[in-house]
């Protein structure tokens, strides 16, 4: 029970945001440790056993779960999974939306000791193909739409999935979940040590195929705490996350987080993305917590919020720039600051701007507790204030965070990233003189352009602030003079059209609001900007594009050039 209280002291802290005092926490990571067994079961199940712990929406269907239904499904769901001769050890793949059985299948998994491999719904076979090829699973969770997918990767190899389980319906060769959901409501945890592997995050980079990162027992269900913390939650809390079962964020925010604290989670599940929809869900679920990323509250904000009652205490948002107009407009209609943080798959929420604490808009904010975040040079040394440099985690095996175990197959990507006694992840930013963190741009994102560095992620956000544009993307584009010219990549609201004018009144925008070195040089008018299966913009992919356009000196469609190129 040594975890539990060490969970109970945290979560305490964090209840009564103390959230200064978490620093002070003596910490220590046990040899086994089974999260289900250790801290689910002992406080979620047995003193919160009849609490709600799960409601899903889809449509007109709602289903709501106490804690202790949910640990009697999943005991059942492990059940037939060894009866059928899977154990610890074995390898789960779930292609699965929004449903119930992801909460089911993941307690199921985790308390037998399987490693689970989340995949997203948009994946299709040639990237299934590859997961199979890094880690094959003996165990495939899917609905009818991605089923026939995972059956024509499995045809690629002579190994074939010993069980797979469908999640409505019937398919030849899967067994319907209802099957499943039968017999015995109690099971026995694998005794799991605290670092053996718990989850395969294929995560996708700016260039190759997608990096698997490790993760572990302890290091994402401990971890997750910081989450917890940045969101503001509490025992009782309703919490919604926006974010797919296939994605590290799902885990973080949708699954450890709210149930660490006792909390409910509301599982929206939609064919599609509607704003009104959503506002009309955290009305009528009464959400406390609330964290989406900056895409999705762009399109909230275009609704007339004062025609909603909210129960919110706290939001937060994460992933691309969260321009100031997202922030006052949600403001002024709920009276609650958008809080923004960071964090990778590699890890959990490792920077962020807490409840309690003043926010610096653009700021990521601060470090989270579990984190010794410094910016530092490439040779290792932190940098001075308000000096660029690279975001690292300092690094001891042997000290407890989240940062993840690691890369499963691209093992040379270790000691790119493991050096100097620092993780680093990739990112560049600054640190003010208060300790806030600005974040500058993916490492390979930066521009070099007449001898200065640009980050798109400060330009982006300033695009965002002008009424026209919903999204940008900022790259390179190779210049005679410059090496490199900042171009922007927008697409404007349905208010507006592409034309000259337009573009000359943003390049003004852009020189009343940025550095003159900052300003794009280029702006060109799009439909759709490449992006990850994720969301995330592939900037990539245009500067290559952009390249070769400017190689072959093309003319593009609906670009245009600052008078001073």
């Not at 945290?10 to 209840?15: A, G, P, T, V, Y």
């Not at 975040?373 to 300092?394: L, P, R, T």
Request: aromatic share 12%; net charge negative; charged share 25%.
């Amino acid at each position: 029970m040594i975890e539990l209280q060490l969970f109970t002291t945290i979560r305490d802290k964090i209840d009564s945001e103390d959230y200064k005092d978490l620093h002070n926490i003596p910490l220590s990571k046990p040899k086994y440790f089974n999260w289900v067994r250790d801290v689910f079961e002992p406080y979620n199940v047995q003193q919160l056993g009849n609490q709600i712990g799960l409601i899903w929406r889809y449509n007109n269907l709602e289903e709501k779960f106490t804690f202790k239904e949910l640990s009697n499904l999943s005991n059942q769901f492990l059940n037939y999974l060894r009866k059928n001769g899977v154990g610890e050890g074995d390898k789960m793949i779930s292609q699965i939306p929004l449903l119930p059985c992801s909460w089911i299948s993941y307690l199921a998994s985790i308390k037998g000791g399987l490693i689970i491999i989340p995949a997203a719904v948009t994946l299709e076979e040639r990237d299934l193909k590859f997961r199979f090829e890094s880690a094959f699973p003996k165990v495939a969770l899917a609905d009818q739409a991605n089923a026939e997918k995972i059956d024509k990767a499995e045809s690629y190899f002579e190994d074939k999935i010993k069980i797979k389980i469908i999640s409505e319906g019937t398919r030849d060769g899967w067994v319907s979940l209802e099957d499943v959901f039968v017999g015995d409501t109690s099971a026995e945890a694998a005794n799991t040590k605290a670092d053996d592997n718990l989850f395969y995050f294929f995560t996708s980079g700016t260039t190759g195929m997608p990096k698997v990162v490790v993760h572990t027992h302890y290091s994402y269900p401990f971890g997750s705490f910081t989450t917890s913390s940045w969101v503001g939650m509490k025992k009782g809390d309703v919490h919604y996350n926006i974010s797919q079962p296939g994605w590290a964020k799902f885990f973080w925010s949708s699954f450890f987080a709210p149930w660490n604290m006792g909390a409910t989670i509301l599982g929206f599940h939609s064919d599609r993305f509607v704003a009104k929809d959503q506002l009309q869900a955290l009305e009528d679920y009464k959400v406390n917590t609330f964290c989406a990323p900056p895409t999705a509250l762009r399109s909230l904000i275009l609704e007339d919020l004062s025609q909603y009652n909210f129960n919110l205490r706290q939001c937060v948002a994460a992933g691309e720039p969260l321009n100031p107009e997202i922030i006052e407009v949600w403001k002024e209609a709920t009276g609650i600051t958008i809080r923004d943080g960071y964090g990778q798959t590699e890890t959990t929420a490792s920077i962020v701007n807490l409840p309690n604490d003043d926010v610096k808009y653009g700021s990521m904010g601060k470090p989270t507790f579990l984190y010794h975040v410094v910016i530092a040079d490439d040779e290792g040394n932190e940098v001075s204030v308000n000096e660029e440099g690279n975001i690292c985690i300092k690094y001891d095996e042997n000290v407890i965070n989240g940062v993840f175990k690691t890369y499963l197959i691209q093992l040379d990507k270790m000691k790119k990233v493991f050096k100097h006694g620092l993780y680093y992840t990739g990112d560049k930013a600054y640190k003010d003189e208060d300790g806030y963190v600005w974040f500058v741009g993916r490492d390979d994102d930066v521009i070099k352009a007449s001898d200065f560095r640009v980050g798109p992620f400060e330009v982006e956000s300033v695009l965002l602030e002008h009424n026209a544009i919903v999204e940008a993307a900022v790259v390179a584009s190779p210049h005679t003079t410059r090496s490199a010219a900042v171009k922007a990549f927008v697409i404007l609201s349905k208010d507006y059209t592409p034309s000259k004018e337009l573009a000359e009144e943003l390049f003004r925008f852009s020189e009343d609001n940025l550095a003159r070195y900052k300003i794009p040089r280029i702006i060109q008018f799009v439909e759709t900007l490449p992006k990850t299966i994720s969301g995330k913009i592939r900037r990539v992919e245009l500067r290559a594009n952009e390249a070769l356009a400017k190689h072959n000196k093309e003319e593009l469609e609906n670009e245009f050039y600052h008078s001073k190129y």
